[in-house]
């Protein structure tokens, strides 16, 4: 196998590099399909299709039907790879394959139109967010002669598409809300390929978010959450308990996210800095127990500065530095994580194999009482003729750990791979604090200056950085990189603390929590409660009833709220929790038995009335 460096075009599809990602499309290979189908006097269109056209099944004599075969072919691949805009003109029309007619052929004219007019339309893909987001709709009784529906999807990944399709159903559905059910259990089954898909690969296994699917049908949402099947609907029970499955599935991950989400924004709502304290830095939030003045934080641990001379201004960690090396802090989070930026180690040469100065320099941290993860971080060092380490201090202890790589030619190193040739990886211990960085060349870069004329070694968060064959020469622009600390309170346990109300961080509703990782304690806001829990009066008692996705009650209005938790009743001659996710409201046995014996007692009564008349 030889690399041939960045790809431009693979099948027909062009790749192209920018500033925000990549893009791909198929200009070229639309310009060949309308080439070769210019007897049709292709007219440009503004759309694929025109639904004010009813195209019927053809009985009389086929028109040109290899011709037609080959271009629905040609359009297929356009529909598959990249032109998810055709994808319903092409299905539909596919289906008249074996016998077209004129008026077939007229519409196969307007996709290429279309497409002609459009041939610049690329896919745009960028690095974030990595989160699939998928759509479903239903056309209902799109086809006249066998009222069958048409069901679509579209799944988006990074901004662009990556899944599609339009088919038709197998069964026929009574109403659009069924119509759309069917769409969405085939939505659903498409959920469940990408996500094992995702999970396959090794940089987005870790990364994917939650999915969450649109329907823009009341009533087909209704009956998807209700969990229970009618008898009437057979000939969508499978689809049913497929739905389900997935369902179930999807809405606890989406319910959890969505619900950590919310009670973030209610946290940030509520106060995260003590009152009269610079609570924000442009996007960087600043919880207490940081702050930017000494009134403002716990102690001189969680200090940070607000830079006003950048702009935008930057948050800095700790009492400014008169030599500006201040760390910038990306983001604070008070399950115990900051999010910094790095210092890249540079050892560069020039073709001579002379040391370049002005981008040779090393790094070295001195995080003080903060620890580097060791669960979000490795240590990673880049480069063909490249060997380095570091040394650390864990506690009283030093600890020290390095790698190397050795490669001749570009073509030996393996995208995506900080494994093989060109990159390695190493992890972080637990405990960590201060690093003194060493970064060094075997032979100065000088056989092989041309594709990378310098070595680079860093500690960064591990889903921050997906090595390529160009961060060989790249690199070199970088200066810093995202790195993820590990913060607590004091060196104490919990127990010795809690004990100590005085000297007890943790306020009002909320828990101790010992470190998993590291040393020290982090305090908690109790289940049902939010807020900072450094801060008094402490954590405060989430109203779960006011908002449907915190509560999980089966009729929203007999929610009760009570102190960190909430109730739900039920109606008169049900019991249970009343919840979606529990025992929900069950018919009581006594119930049962006296509808039997009305019903009982109604029949005996018509029937005595009938036989009155012979009486």
Not at 370 to 389: E, Q, R
Not at 441 to 461: L, T
Request: hydrophobic share 30%.
């Amino acid at each position: 196998m030889k690399d041939l460096g960045e790809v431009d075009t693979i099948l027909g599809i062009k790749v192209k590099r920018n500033s925000g990602g990549y893009a791909l499309n198929q200009t070229h290979y639309i310009e060949k399909v309308v080439s070769k189908f210019c007897h049709l006097k292709i007219k440009d269109a503004n759309t694929p299709f025109d639904s004010s056209i009813k195209l019927e099944k053809n009985d009389g004599r086929s028109v040109a039907q290899l011709e037609y075969a080959s271009a629905i072919g040609s359009l297929m691949y356009a529909a598959q790879c990249t032109r998810a805009d055709i994808s319903f003109a092409v299905s539909k029309l596919s289906r008249f394959i074996s016998n077209p007619s004129v008026e077939h052929w007229k519409a196969i004219g307007r996709v290429l139109g279309y497409l002609k007019n459009t041939k610049e339309l690329s896919l745009q893909y960028s690095k974030f967010p990595i989160i699939i987001e998928g759509y479903s709709d239903a056309s209902w009784i799109s086809s006249v002669r066998d009222n069958l529906s048409t069901t679509g999807w579209v799944f988006t990944l990074g901004g662009g598409v990556v899944s599609w399709g339009s088919k038709k159903q197998t069964c026929i559905s009574h109403s659009t809300m069924e119509a759309e059910f069917i769409a969405l259990a085939a939505t659903g089954k498409e959920v469940e390929w990408l996500k094992d898909l995702m999970m396959d690969i090794p940089f987005t296994a870790n990364n994917v978010s939650t999915v969450s699917i649109h329907c823009d049908s009341q009533a087909t949402l209704a009956r998807a959450y209700s969990g229970v099947y009618n008898g009437k609907s057979r000939h969508i029970s499978i689809r049913h308990e497929v739905k389900l499955k997935v369902f179930n599935e999807i809405q606890s991950m989406y319910d959890k996210h969505l619900k950590g989400l919310l009670l973030a924004s209610a946290a940030t709502v509520n106060g995260q800095a003590k009152e009269g304290c610079l609570d924000r830095c442009e996007a960087v939030i600043i919880p207490y127990p940081f702050g930017t003045d000494e009134h403002c934080y716990l102690s001189p641990y969680f200090w940070v500065t607000s830079n006003h001379s950048s702009n935008p201004p930057k948050l800095l960690l700790g009492k400014p530095s008169p030599e500006g090396n201040n760390v910038q802090v990306l983001d604070i989070s008070l399950e115990g994580e900051l999010l910094i930026l790095n210092y890249v180690s540079h050892d560069c040469y020039d073709s001579l194999g002379e040391a370049d100065s002005l981008y040779s320099y090393d790094s070295y941290l001195k995080p003080g009482q903060f620890n580097i993860s060791s669960t979000k971080n490795k240590f990673t060092m880049v480069g063909c003729d490249t060997f380095a380490w570091f040394k650390g201090q864990r506690g009283h202890e030093s600890y020290r750990t390095g790698c190397m790589s050795i490669c001749d030619n570009i073509t030996d190193v393996q995208n995506g791979s900080c494994s093989r040739n060109g990159c390695c990886q190493t992890s972080i211990p637990d405990g960590l604090s201060a690093i003194d960085l060493t970064l060094g060349s075997f032979n100065n870069y000088s056989e092989i200056w041309e594709f990378n004329p310098c070595g680079y070694a860093f500690i960064v968060e591990e889903s921050n950085f997906n090595f390529s064959s160009n961060d060989l020469r790249d690199l070199k622009s970088k200066t810093e990189l995202p790195m993820v600390f590990d913060w607590a309170l004091d060196k104490e346990t919990c127990q010795v603390d809690v004990n100590d109300q005085t000297n007890n961080a943790c306020k009002g509703n909320s828990t101790c929590n010992k470190r998993i990782t590291g040393w020290g304690y982090l305090c908690n806001c109790s289940e049902g409660y939010q807020g900072n829990p450094y801060l008094e009066p402490g954590c405060q008692d989430i109203i779960e009833c006011e908002n449907s996705i915190l509560n999980k009650c089966e009729n929203p209005e007999t929610c009760i709220n009570t102190q960190g938790n909430y109730t739900c009743s039920c109606p008169m001659w049900y019991h249970g929790d009343g919840k979606i996710d529990g025992q929900r409201c069950i018919p009581n046995r006594l119930q049962m038995i006296h509808v039997a014996m009305v019903s009982y007692r109604f029949s005996l009564h018509t029937s005595n009335a009938l036989e009155a008349p012979n009486a």
